[in-house]
């Protein structure tokens, strides 16, 4: 049974994995015991193109849902990051400082951006979305993409 | 669960690399122009180096949709690459052959074209639109 | 008998989907054609996936260099693919990264930023083929 929704597009197929939640502005969330894991969405990292740079916060910040938790720059633009959780930042992907683009390789699992001691995880839920509910969101986004590329 | 989000049928176009070779530059820039203006909706790219390095989703088109090959030698490494690895291509393409036949000449350098250079560039781009047609045309 | 002098092989990805593709293919062509003539040769990737003998002696006997537009790395991996283990790899990204003033648009044609980018990757690239004609001539 695969672990991901996909929907194609072209030669694009965009996968969203099943166990994850999802903030509407594209990142996701990983609940484990003690911490929450962070990354992009498959969608983002593709339609946004190669990362070249990664600018995070630092670790001990303390951190709101829906405010700014660091900017991707890939040759098409510059793009601030959103945090899907509210909480204190207790790790950063130590990958990331020279190899940004493995977000771009492997988004769901070796491209994990930050661990977060979540604060208000059970409000946060609120405004996330489960992999089916975050599936149906990204197809209206790669069919707006679409419209806009071919009218 | 797979889901076609646009489920329009498109060709893909494989384009040679075609380096240092003038054909192999005029190969380039006639399939962007038919990628980014003349069939636009109809066509997506496949880069070939990609295709060849493993890439899935090149792979996966090429095996679920009909590509169009334009090789810039009698090489034909698009044509080959693309058979061996996902399938024979509904159209295979030479630069060499295209200009023959409209009778324009080889352009004589192998970058920064003119319009001298950019007559040899417009004629494969059209054929290779008009091959994206009939392979279209055939359903 | 005199021992054939070796050539540096540049083999660009020129990957035609993104921007950095053509940028690898044009610092190629200006390494090969205005930075370091005579002592460099250009080959095509697809071929030494289609078997031909003659780019695979090419690759195989001389030191190459591969030009990568992304981190998929395809001009590594075929040169990989022959059993070639020591040679010489690049990425664009890296060139951008200490020129960022010179943004890349376009794949073909590339505009001018790219095609300046390109000039400078391929000066900088100069020392490494010299370098490696030391080691092998």
Known sequence: MSEFLEATFDKFIFRVKEEYLYHPDELWVDIQESYATVGLTDFLQKTKGDIIFLETIGLGTIIKQGEEIGKIE????????????????????????????????????????????????ESDKAVLLNAAEYFELMKQKVSREAKKLYG | MELNVLSNRKVGIVSCSGEGIPEG????????????????HKTVTICLPLFIAGGEEERTFAKTFPTVTVDGCEKLCAAKATEMLSGKPAKSLVVSEILKKRGIAVPGKLRNF???????VNAV???????????LGKG | MDKKQKKVVVLPCSGIGKTFGSVARETAHELVESVRPGVTVLTC??????????????????????????????????????????????????????????????????????????????EELAATVDDLLKEEN
């Not at chain 3, 030009?67 to 395809?74: A, E, S, T």
Request: proline letters at 7%; charged letters at 30%.
């Open chain 1, 74 to 121: 890939t040759i098409k633009a510059v793009e601030t990051l959103i945090s899907p959780v509210s909480g204190k930042v207790v790790e950063i992907n130590p990958e990331m400082e020279e190899n940004p683009y493995i977000i771009n390789e492997d988004p769901y699992k070796a491209g994990w951006i930050y661990r977060i001691e979540p604060a208000n995880l």
């Open chain 2, 25 to 40: 530059t005029v190969c380039r820039l006639a399939c962007r122009k038919v990628l980014g203006e003349l069939k636009a």
């Open chain 2, 114 to 120: 003119g319009d001298e250079e950019e007559t040899a």
């Open chain 2, 125 to 135: 781009a059209e054929e290779t639109a008009k091959a994206v047609d009939e392979v």
């Open chain 3, 45 to 122: 990737l697809p071929l030494l996936v289609i078997n031909d003998p003659d780019a695979r002696q090419l690759v195989t006997e001389n030191p190459v260099i591969t030009i990568d537009g992304c981190p998929k790395d395809c001009a590594k991996k075929s040169v990989e693919s022959v059993g070639k283990k020591d040679f010489h790899t690049c990425r664009v990204v890296t060139f951008y990264s200490a020129h960022k003033d010179l943004k890349p648009e376009g794949v073909a044609p590339l505009n001018d930023a790219g095609l300046k980018l390109a000039k400078i990757s391929a």
